[in-house]
C-alpha cells in the first residue's frame, strides 16, 4: 500500500504537478497566452479591459489558466493511476488490508471503496455508499466523505502546491486529514446506534491493465470536469473581478484581517482565496497556488490555508 501510494506521487505528483504543469502553465500560459491575449486588448487602450483578461482576477491569467493549466494536467495523470488501480484489481485488495481498521469506525472493508472513490468524486462517492450493508455504515462513511477527503480536482492542486514545498508539507496536511478522519469516524462508532455487516467481497485475479480504456475514461471524466469547472472558474474570476474594482475585497479583508493574521498566522491575501473557495475549493486551492507562487504566501502559510 505504501509503495502503491509513492507511486501515485511520482506519477501524479511529479509527472503532472511538477512537469505537465510548469510546461502548460509556465511556458504556454504565462509565456506566451496571456502576454498576447494582453496586447492583444492593450490596442484598446483600455486598461479596465486588459484587467479583466490578464490582470490579478482575469478572465484568462486566473480563469482559464488554472482550469487548463494546473487542474487539467494534474487531474488526467490522477485519472490514468486511478484506473490503473481499479483495472489491476488492486482496489478490492486494498478493502481487504484495511478491513480491521475500518471496523474501529463503524464499517467493513468495503467502506474503504467508497473512500477511495473519494478522491476522485465526492458526489459519486457518496452514491456508492449504497453498497455498504447498513444504515450506520452509509452514513459513516457519507460524513467522513463530506468531513475531509479532497475529491480529484482538490487533490490535484494540492499535488501542484506540493510539488514547490518540502516532503514535510504533504505529511502535514494529509496526516492531519487522517487524523480527524481516524477521530470523527471512531466518535460517530460509538455514537451511532446499529452494526457493521459482515465482510464479504469477491477478489479478482490480479491482470495487467489495458491501457486503452483507462486512457478513454480519463479524457472522458477531465471532457465532464471541464464543461462543469471552466464556466465556474471564469464566473469567480468575474465575480473576484468586479468585487475587487467595487472595494468589496478590501471591505472583507479589513472584518477578516484580525482572525486570518492572528489567529491562523495568513496573510491578507487569504481573503481572495477563501472567497474563491465558497465557489469551489479547487478554484481557492489553485489560486493559492498562483499566491504562493508570487509570494504572498509562505511554506508554512501555504500549508495552513490548504488545511483551511
Not at 36 to 59: A, P, Q
Not at 161 to 183: D, N, P, Q, R
Request: net charge positive; with cysteine; aromatic share 12%.
Amino acid at each position: 500500500a505504501i509503495m502503491a501510494f509513492f507511486l501515485m506521487y511520482l506519477f501524479v505528483g511529479k509527472l503532472g504537478a511538477e512537469y505537465l504543469v510548469g510546461f502548460i502553465e509556465g511556458r504556454i500560459f504565462e509565456g506566451f497566452i496571456v502576454p498576447e491575449v494582453s496586447r492583444i486588448v492593450g490596442l484598446t487602450g483600455l486598461t479596465w479591459l486588459v484587467d479583466l483578461f490578464c490582470g490579478e482576477f482575469g478572465l484568462v491569467s486566473m480563469g482559464l489558466n488554472l482550469a487548463f493549466g494546473v487542474l487539467l494536467p494534474v487531474l488526467f495523470t490522477f485519472y490514468i493511476f486511478y484506473g490503473l488501480m481499479e483495472d489491476s484489481g488492486y482496489l478490492q485488495r486494498l478493502s481487504i488490508l484495511l478491513n480491521n481498521a475500518l471496523r474501529k469506525m463503524g464499517m467493513n472493508g468495503k467502506g474503504v471503496m467508497p473512500l477511495i472513490m473519494g478522491f476522485s468524486c465526492i458526489t459519486m462517492a457518496i452514491m456508492t455508499a449504497r453498497m455498504l450493508d447498513t444504515k450506520k455504515e452509509r452514513f459513516v462513511v457519507s460524513m467522513l466523505l463530506s468531513l475531509g477527503i479532497p475529491c480529484a480536482p482538490l487533490f490535484a492542486v494540492m499535488f501542484v502546491i506540493f510539488a514547490k514545498l518540502h516532503w514535510s508539507a504533504m505529511v502535514a496536511v494529509f496526516g492531519t486529514i487522517v487524523i480527524k478522519i481516524l477521530i470523527a469516524g471512531v466518535i460517530m462508532n460509538k455514537l451511532i446506534p446499529g452494526k457493521y455487516s459482515g465482510f464479504i467481497i469477491e477478489v479478482p485475479p490480479f491482470r495487467i491493465p489495458d491501457i486503452k480504456p483507462i486512457l478513454e475514461r480519463a479524457v472522458v471524466r477531465l471532457v465532464f470536469f471541464l464543461k462543469e469547472a471552466v464556466p465556474v472558474f471564469l464566473a469567480a474570476s468575474l465575480i473576484l473581478f468586479g468585487f475587487d474594482r467595487l472595494g468589496g475585497l478590501d471591505v472583507i479583508r479589513t472584518i477578516a484581517d484580525p482572525a486570518a493574521k492572528w489567529l491562523l498566522g495568513l496573510p491578507e491575501h487569504s481573503v481572495e482565496i477563501l472567497v474563491m473557495t465558497l465557489v469551489r475549493r479547487e478554484a481557492g486551492a489553485a489560486l493559492l497556488d498562483q499566491f504562493f507562487g508570487q509570494g504572498y504566501f509562505n511554506g508554512i502559510q501555504a500549508v495552513v490555508m490548504l488545511i483551511v
